[in-house]
T-cell receptor, first 116, second 115 residues
C-alpha cells in the first residue's frame, strides 16, 4: 500500500537561508512523486514531480527535490527562502494502474514559516 | 487557459441537509477527482470520474456521491450532512490520470460548514 510520511509538521527558517522539507514514501511499485504547495485559503499548486526520469527534479520558484530509492525519500529543498514561500507543503505519491486512477495520496503537510 | 473552477466557494448547511458542489475542469481534461481536506484527517481522496464513469473510489460512506457530465463537469453530493462533514472540498482535473505522473490541477475549493 502506498503511504507518505512528512517528517516535520512545522519548519521555521529565516529569510535567505536554505529550506529542507523531508518526505519518506512507501510504495509497492515505482511511484510518481509530487510536491504541492497550498497558500492560505488557496487551492493546491504543483511545485514539481518525479516520474522515473532524472532523480534530481527542478520545480518552480527555485525548489528542487531528489528521489532516493534506497532511502525511499523525496526531500524538497530551496537554497534561499523568501517570505512568499511561507505556506503548507504536501508530499504526494501516486501509482499507475487501473486500481489507482485519479488517486493521490497526501502526506500530512509541513507548515513552512519564514522569518524576516 | 482557464483553471479549475468550483462553485460555490462557501456553504453553510445544517445537520441532516444535503449539499451539491460543482466543479468545472480545465478545458480538454477528462478526469476529475475530488478530495476532502480537514485539519484532523488531512487530504483524503473521495472519488474520480472519467468519461462520465466513476473509476475509483476512496473510503467514504455512501452519503458521498458524485457524477460527471458529458462536458466533463462534475458534481459531488453529500446527503444527510453530519458535523464531521465540515471541510474544504477540493476538485482536481487531469488529462487522463492513467499514466504515471499525470499531474492534477486543483481548484480553489468549496468550504463547507455544517452547523
Amino acid at each position: 500500500a502506498q503511504s507518505v510520511t512528512q517528517l516535520d509538521s512545522h519548519v521555521s527558517v529565516s529569510e535567505g537561508t536554505p529550506v529542507l522539507l523531508r518526505c519518506n514514501y512507501s510504495s509497492s511499485y515505482s511511484p510518481s512523486l509530487f510536491w504541492y504547495v497550498q497558500h492560505p485559503n488557496k487551492g493546491l499548486q504543483l511545485l514539481l514531480k518525479y516520474t522515473s526520469a532524472a532523480t534530481l527534479v527542478k520545480g518552480i520558484n527555485g525548489f528542487e527535490a531528489e528521489f532516493k530509492k534506497s532511502e525511499t525519500s523525496f526531500h524538497l529543498t530551496k537554497p534561499s527562502a523568501h517570505m512568499s514561500d511561507a505556506a503548507e507543503y504536501f508530499c504526494v505519491v501516486s501509482e499507475s494502474g487501473s486500481g489507482n486512477t485519479g488517486k493521490l495520496i497526501f502526506g500530512q503537510g509541513t507548515t513552512l514559516q519564514v522569518k524576516p | 487557459k482557464a483553471g479549475v473552477t468550483q462553485t460555490p466557494r462557501y456553504l453553510i448547511k445544517t445537520r441532516g441537509q444535503q449539499v451539491t458542489l460543482s466543479c468545472s475542469p480545465i478545458s480538454g481534461h477528462r478526469s476529475v477527482s475530488w478530495y476532502q481536506q480537514t485539519p484532523g484527517q488531512g487530504l483524503q481522496f473521495l472519488f474520480e470520474y472519467f468519461s462520465e464513469t466513476q473509476r475509483n473510489k476512496g473510503n467514504f460512506p455512501g452519503r458521498f456521491s458524485g457524477r460527471q457530465f458529458s462536458n466533463s463537469r462534475s458534481e459531488m453530493n453529500v446527503s444527510t450532512l453530519e458535523l464531521g462533514d465540515s471541510a474544504l472540498y477540493l476538485c482536481a482535473s487531469s488529462l487522463a490520470s492513467t499514466t504515471r505522473g499525470d499531474e492534477q490541477f486543483f481548484g480553489p475549493g468549496t468550504r463547507l460548514t455544517v452547523l
